[in-house]
């Protein structure tokens, strides 16, 4: 499987809270199949790797979860942003997009200039 | 901030694990349920979609797992797993852990007890402000007694002039006064010291004030500050003492203060009192006399100042002084001053001793070691198959060793723990122990560095433990498994250890009982040397009646003092069962330091040779017979020998021998001299000698009798008043009635040192009693433990022999020579252990040298017994092995596995 990606350690957190500020309260199942359709497929999480990130999540106050019916009448752990969370999202974002326009600008085909 | 909350959370998730693991269960259910349902809407039938969604999780088990991992504190709760194990693994071997915690215990409690006195007598910093720039000077020569001469107030004057290196001296004299309270006459051990003495010291008062430079000369009152451990003792800590006055020598003494706890040196005191108390020590004869030496001093060093530059400097004054009155440094002796650091100086008398039983107790715990080793290796044998199974399970050898490690340490803690209780009863037996030697006994106590030493004591054993073992290397074992094998073969490398650990033991107990016995047989030979006395049934006693003040000044109460003293003595040979009853001073078997310079008649020295100097003794007629000195010359005193008739004295023995060899010295003459019985009450008139008594070991046992010079008790100063009382038997029983009579005669006089002549032999024979009992308890303890190591390790042979011996006894081989042959295996650790332990002893019973009385350190007599005991206690410890190797049933033996 060529195209499939390793979840880079930290990314995940990230993915996770942008999925929770874009669609609210979700379970877990709901994050992962968002992460999965996000990234076309190229990333599946096992519960393995999601849900130790979403404990740690709790543990540091960026979300917080409660047990809710869910659309189709089924009982589910859902998971929603905190204030905290949203700080940390905005203050993540900003960072990884310095991170990845430096990334980008050391990878891009040098000029000739001298 | 982030990570205090998470670390919290993890805590808390430590505690709460059995509620969120459910809840986790529920949650990956609940995702598990819906990706289900998910592959079913998109047209699987659900056995597929279920087995599909259950691939895709990867592993419910693992994810439990990782979250486990993430939520709780999952390293303390592995360890607290593997501590639970192992608490089940020695629940369920209680002998093992019993024997190994009691070695442990003994081995780890010796070091703890006897780590703590060296700590507190050796190790520990000086209270004292800045401590290690304190430094004690001593002054000594050669000949008897010049080992501390002391220094004389001109000769602290030249040092404080002539030694930059030195910020200050502080001046300070021992001295008793009799205390005259409401509860009788007691008597204080005080120090009279300068002003500055504090300041110098470093000391702060912890109530009141301390002395200064306006307590020094005469016309000041006389004041006194109590040692921190007096003032406990005697007035109960009570914050109102400054200011009381007290009735010391007759004269009011006010208490100032009290002083912080520390140690005082060379002796221990009671209390500090500036010099007005005594006039002896504000007159001409010691702030003029050169050799008037009575002044003990410790000095600061200067900031940057080393004690070699001041001991420099020390020499260079002496030099110059030696020059200037050579009439006070005889050259024949050799006068030199040493600058020793005051902690050293303090720790001096203890180091020897302590050290030895630091040396003992690491020997203890080298045995206690190796024998647990041994146990455990023997256990870790029968634990092979389960280690096996662990590795094939997939324990790696790192968590095999941390499990080891777990159980070594819980099993040392053990130890440790046990150790404890017994050093803290050890601590109170070493303590007193270490009064004789130190001043700073009052600080030995188990504290925290203390327990921080048993801690790192039971870490490293455990270590040490656990890495003796040998562990299944990684893969390799599961064909052992499948092959059925209950037990690795025990390796050579095992065998090896093992035995090297017998072998180390039987060396380190036969190193331990040599000490013992030295020890032991100079225990003995101390207790049978003769005291001179020819009697044990010897009464002694002092009561003092005069101050030194009142002694000096008024003739008539000394004539009152001595007729007091011819009263008591009248009334208490009346005593019933009283054979004699004397009067002397100081009795017998006490040492003087009254110490003059003597010549004889006709007899000049030779250049180079130092004047005899005899301690000084009074004795009334009675006093040789009561006391069972022999006269081997000439006539006891008479009651002739009064002041006004002619001087007449009675020397001893060994000052016999050496001013009149091989000739008879009744009937010549002696005289006292020197430049220093100016400062004395003390012609220096010809006394014609009337007698030669035998040597006494006034001294203690161990010191050589020194020369001594009788006076008649009515022909000096009643400087002190000591009545011998002999009786036909149990003289002991007589000492209330006499006490009685001295009371009704001297109601408030002071009654010291109410003992029998074994009373006195055992006082000095005690603490080398005490160091013999300890060195043979450790001594016996490791034979015990040698022997069981041994024993052990031979039947741990046989077991694992069973078969072979199976088959040589069916091949015809009888019983004797099984025997024979386990024996030879035993006795073969023995004879190397034995050796290495004698040539071991050799050398390390030299460093006992200095505790040794009447043996040398390498006495045959010792070392053959030491040796005999060791190989019997052996043999018989192999004995019992071998005949277990005996009784092998061949048939039985061929079948085991």
Not at chain 2, 124 to 129: E, G, M, S, T
Not at chain 2, 472 to 492: H, N, Q
Request: hydrophobic content about 50%.
């Amino acid at each position: 499987m060529p195209d499939k990606l390793d979840v880079k350690q930290g990314t995940l957190a990230l993915m996770i809270l942008k999925t929770l500020e874009v669609l609210g309260p979700l379970h877990g199942y709901g994050v992962a199949r968002r992460i999965e359709e996000i990234s076309q497929n190229r990333l599946t999480l096992n519960y393995g790797t999601l849900y130790p990130a979403l404990v740690k999540l709790e543990q540091e106050g960026f979300v917080t979860a409660e047990w809710r019916q869910s659309e189709n009448n089924r009982r589910a752990k859902y998971y929603a942003l905190t204030a905290a969370g949203r700080r940390r999202l905005a203050h993540e974002a900003r960072e990884w997009h310095r991170t990845a326009d430096l990334i980008a600008a050391f990878l891009a085909p040098r000029r000739a200039a001298r | 901030m982030r990570f205090l909350r998470t670390a919290l959370a993890r805590i808390a998730g430590a505690f709460t694990w059995h509620r969120a693991d459910a809840d986790l269960q529920d949650e990956l259910q609940s995702h598990l349920d819906m990706e289900t349902a998910e592959y079913v809407r998109r047209g699987m039938d659900p056995a597929a979609a279920r087995r599909r969604a259950l691939l895709a999780s990867g592993g419910l088990i693992q994810a439990a797992e990782a979250v486990r991992e993430q939520r709780g504190l999952p390293a303390i709760e592995r360890v607290a797993a593997d501590v639970k194990y192992a608490l089940r693994a020695l629940r369920r071997s209680p002998g093992f852990t019993a024997v190994v915690g009691l070695t442990l215990a003994l081995g780890i409690g010796a070091n703890a007890a006897i780590f703590s006195v060296v700590r507190g007598v050796l190790l520990k910093p000086l209270p004292h402000r800045d401590g290690d720039r304190l430094v004690y000077l001593r002054q000594s020569a050669d000949g008897p007694g010049g080992a501390n001469l002391s220094f004389s107030v001109p000769e602290v004057r030249d040092l404080r002039t002539g030694v930059p290196s030195l910020a200050g001296i502080a001046e300070y004299s021992p001295w008793t006064v009799i205390h005259q309270g409401d509860e009788g006459a007691t008597r204080v051990t005080v120090g009279l010291v300068t002003g500055n003495y504090f300041g110098v010291m470093g000391l702060s008062p912890v109530l009141g004030r301390l002395t200064r430079p306006g307590d020094d000369g005469p016309g000041v009152a006389p004041v006194m500050v109590l040692t921190h451990e007096y003032w406990r003792k005697r007035f109960g800590g009570d914050s109102g003492v400054v200011g009381r006055q007290l009735t010391l020598d007759k004269q009011p003494v006010t208490v100032i203060g009290v002083v912080q706890p520390a140690p005082f040196f060379p002796t221990r005191v009671d209390a500090l009192l500036n010099m007005v108390i005594s006039d002896h020590h504000l007159s001409a004869t010691m702030v003029e006399g050169r050799t008037h030496r009575m002044t003990e001093i410790v000095a600061r060093l200067t900031p940057g100042a080393t004690v070699e530059q001041a001991g420099t400097e020390v020499a260079a004054v002496y030099a110059r002084l030696q020059a200037q009155f050579p009439e006070a440094y005889d050259p024949a002796f050799h006068y030199r001053v040493a600058v020793i650091p005051f902690h050293q100086a303090l720790g001096e008398r203890a180091r020897l001793t302590l050290w030895l039983l630091m040396g003992v107790a690491a020997f203890v715990l080298i045995i206690a070691v190796a024998n647990v080793a041994n146990l455990t290796l023997m256990r870790g044998v029968r634990r092979e198959h389960e280690l096996v199974v662990r590795a094939a399970l997939g324990a790696g050898v790192a968590r095999l060793r941390r499990m080891l490690l777990i159980e070594n340490l819980l099993l040392t803690l053990l130890g440790a723990f046990l150790g404890g209780g017994l050093a803290i009863g050890g601590v109170r037996l070493l303590a007193s122990l270490a009064e004789r030697y130190s001043p700073r006994a009052g600080e030995i106590r188990l504290d925290g560095p203390v327990l921080g030493f048993m801690l790192a004591l039971s870490f490293a054993v455990a270590l040490l433990l656990s890495f003796l073992a040998s562990l299944p290397r990684e893969g390799g074992f599961a064909s052992r498994i499948l092959a059925g094998a209950t037990r690795m073969s025990a390796s050579l490398r095992r065998q090896r250890l093992q035995r090297g650990l017998v072998v180390v033991q039987i060396a380190v107990s036969v190193v331990l009982l040599a000490g013992a016995g030295l020890l032991t047989r100079t225990m003995i030979r101390l207790a049978d040397v003769t005291t001179g006395l020819g009697t044990e049934e010897v009464l002694t006693m002092q009561v003092a009646l005069l101050t030194p003040t009142e002694l000096l000044a008024n003739p008539a109460a000394d004539a009152a003092a001595k007729e007091r003293y011819e009263h008591m003595r009248r009334e208490i040979a009346a005593l019933p069962g009283v054979i004699e009853a004397g009067l002397g001073s100081p009795v017998p078997l006490r040492s003087s330091n009254v110490r003059f310079d003597l010549k004889a008649e006709g007899r000049t020295l030779a250049p180079g040779e130092a004047a005899p100097q005899p301690e000084l003794r009074t004795a009334n007629p009675e006093f040789f017979r009561a006391a069972g000195i022999p006269l081997l010359r000439g006539r006891p005193f008479a009651a002739t020998d009064g002041p006004g008739s002619a001087k007449v004295v009675i020397i001893n023995q060994t000052l016999a021998d050496r001013l009149f060899p091989n000739e008879d010295p009744v009937g010549r003459r002696i005289a006292w001299t020197g430049d220093i019985l100016r400062f004395t009450p003390i012609s220096g008139d010809w006394r014609t000698i009337v007698g030669v008594a035998g040597d006494t070991r006034d001294g203690g046992l161990d010191a050589e009798p020194r020369p001594v010079v009788f006076m008649p008790f009515t022909q000096m100063l009643a400087i002190g008043g000591g009545l011998v009382i002999r009786a036909d038997s149990n003289v002991a029983a007589l000492a209330p009635a006499a006490t009685r009579i001295v009371r009704r005669i001297v109601p408030t006089a002071l009654i010291e040192n109410v003992m029998t002549v074994p009373q006195i032999k055992n006082q000095s024979v005690s603490p080398r009693r005490l160091n013999a009992a300890l060195v043979s308890s450790f001594g016996l303890l490791a034979v015990i433990i040698a022997a069981v190591g041994i024993a052990g390790v031979l039947a741990f042979s046989v077991s694992a022999r069973t078969n072979e011996i199976g088959i040589r006894m069916s091949l015809g081989a009888d019983t004797g020579r099984i025997q024979r042959m386990i024996l030879r295996e035993g006795g073969v650790l023995l004879a190397i252990g034995l050796a290495s332990g004698v040539t071991g002893a050799f050398f390390a019973t030299r460093a006992i040298r200095g505790l040794l009385f009447g043996v040398v350190p390498h006495d045959p007599v010792t070392f053959l017994a030491v040796a005999l005991m060791m190989a019997a206690i052996g043999v018989g410890a192999c004995w019992v092995p071998a005949l277990r190797a005996a009784r092998v049933d061949p048939a039985i033996a061929m079948r085991a596995p």
